[in-house]
């Protein structure tokens, strides 16, 4: 056994952490029920789902499965994305048509081809910061952020040397053209509600 013997011992033995092994720890711990957790840049976030949270997530999910079947979309679940630690469990994410699972039984970023995120109060900079950063790095063709907060929506789409060329911001009641992308549907959101 080793026993560390001052601080910048254990900073330095962080280095080693792996997604796996924190992952590990956050099942180990009592989340409470009604909270979800991601790891963003080695960093463990828990956020509160709220019913506004909740209702545009069922929404999202419900428009994307009047194309698609229900193995292809997926609400928290975990996926490693580009950049150090980011193990992100998306409120709606959509797998490519044959996507498989890697040797760990997780999904790969590779087969994600849209993501959406609703801001929570908390950590809703990590869906406009390093979540952003680490979609874009993974290529993900679409990424949308949906804000209860301001009553908008953000697209972000066409990804190219780790950022979004494509930005496009609207209220929500304005339909989200996605026919030109990957996705190729239109999202209605006259339905979200605003928190």
Not at 62 to 72: D, G, I
Not at 125 to 131: I, L, R, T, V
Not at 133 to 143: E, R, T
């Amino acid at each position: 056994m080793t026993v560390l013997t001052d601080r910048s011992e254990m900073a330095e033995s962080s280095d080693e952490l792996t997604l796996d092994m924190m992952f590990e720890w956050v099942e180990t711990m009592p989340v409470p029920e009604g909270y979800r957790v991601e790891i963003v840049g080695g960093h463990i976030f828990m956020a509160h789902q709220r019913d506004a949270h909740w209702d545009i997530i069922a929404n999202l999910i419900e428009q994307l499965r009047a194309k698609y079947p229900r193995k292809r979309v997926k609400s928290d679940v975990r996926v490693d994305y580009p950049g150090h630690l980011n193990g992100f469990a998306s409120d709606v994410t959509l797998m490519a048509e044959g996507a498989a699972k890697n040797g760990k039984g997780l999904w790969r970023y590779q087969d994600v081809e849209f993501v959406a995120e609703v801001i929570s109060r908390k950590t809703g900079a990590n869906d406009y910061g390093p979540k952003k950063d680490a979609y874009a790095a993974a290529g993900v063709p679409v990424y949308l952020i949906v804000d209860p907060y301001t009553g908008r929506w953000h697209l972000h789409t066409k990804p190219k040397d780790g950022e979004y060329r494509g930005e496009l911001s609207l209220d929500f009641g304005d339909e989200i053209d996605l026919t030109g992308t990957v996705v190729g549907l239109v999202l209605e959101t006259g339905e979200f509600p605003r928190d």
